[in-house]
């Protein structure tokens, strides 16, 4: 009755599960006239309606190019106005290729400069491991680290990987800030510290399907690194996904059973080359594969509110009701 389907047919319904036609009428009569039902259907017709939103945002997505858009020479205000503000990824090929960065984080740069520094680094990611959790960590001098980095065979990385979390721009390493220089407008210098994040790995390291609460473009700056990207208005990743990450992997789309939660998402898929970017729209599920040794920025910095902490679709119900609250609609 909620979903709408006919009195009668109901009616009918439990008649041919064995109710006599009066029970039945009653049994139907008693439910419509009930407050928990007209109160229940208030709750189902919104969210009919934000469903249908969502199918409509899907269907577009499908019916798009296919591809990700490529931008040369992108300005800030077209940026902001046409890729931050609609929620569309976009790659920037060699964005950072005129940067301090193209020099200074490179290996032997890196290690000839701050190879005395002491960073730390994730260790284990691997299946088995809460990804919502932070891992435990371990201290290395960056040389010892890039020098495990470049010494893994593709195909071996064994999961400890200097991610964003580890915080190394904030502190350690935090004079790099000043090699990451955007064209002017993108960026809110006075906010990097604490908004670019630095990552970097063997070949192999593997970051499994999840959703950031904010905006990032990612930049890479030695190796390559391939990306898969879907829209957040792909509900079936949606459902059954716990905390940031996604119940199934989005490289396994193509290959994915039926019923699997990757069935019929429409992927995109990107690699990356050093100096290449690409704009990860908040929400937008993405997985990452590091196809060799790899040092790469994310930045969040953008000259743009940009902190969506109340978008945890894949959080429990009572942590959804207390975001929906916050939001004024609970
Ligand atoms: O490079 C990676 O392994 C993951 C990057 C990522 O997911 C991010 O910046 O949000």
Known sequence: LLRGIDDAAVRDRLVAEGLSPDQAARCVRGVLASPV???????????????????????RVERGPGVLERRQDVSAADFFATYVAHGVPVVLPGWGLG?????????????ERWGAVEV???????????????????????AAWIDHCRSVEPGRAD????????????????????ALTPPPGFVDRARLRGGASLWMGPAGTHTRTHHDTSNIVFVQWAGRK?????SPSETGLTQGARGFFAAGQLSEAARAAPGAPTEGVTVFEVTLEPGDAVF??????????????????????????????DYTPGSSPEARRAAAQRRGRG
Request: hydrophobic share 45%; aromatic share 8%.
């Open 37 to 59: 039902f007209a109160g229940a259907r208030g709750a189902v017709a919104w969210s009919t309606a934000e469903a249908m939103a969502m199918d409509l945002a899907r269907a």
């Open 99 to 111: 940067w301090p960065a193209m020099r200074e984080l490179q290996w032997d740069a890196l290690r």
């Open 120 to 142: 730390e680094v994730t260790e284990g990611r691997g299946p088995g491991v809460d990804p919502n959790r932070r891992g435990p960590r371990s201290t290395w001098t960056l």
């Open 159 to 178: 999961e400890r990987y200097m991610v964003a979390g580890d915080h190394n721009l904030d502190g350690p390493l935090s004079a790099l800030l000043d």
């Open 226 to 230: 391939r990306l898969w990207l879907a």
């Open 280 to 309: 990860l729209p908040v929400g937008w599920w993405h997985e990452v594969l590091a196809l060799e040794a790899s040092v790469s920025t994310s930045l969040t910095a953008l000259c743009v509110r940009n902190r969506y902490d």
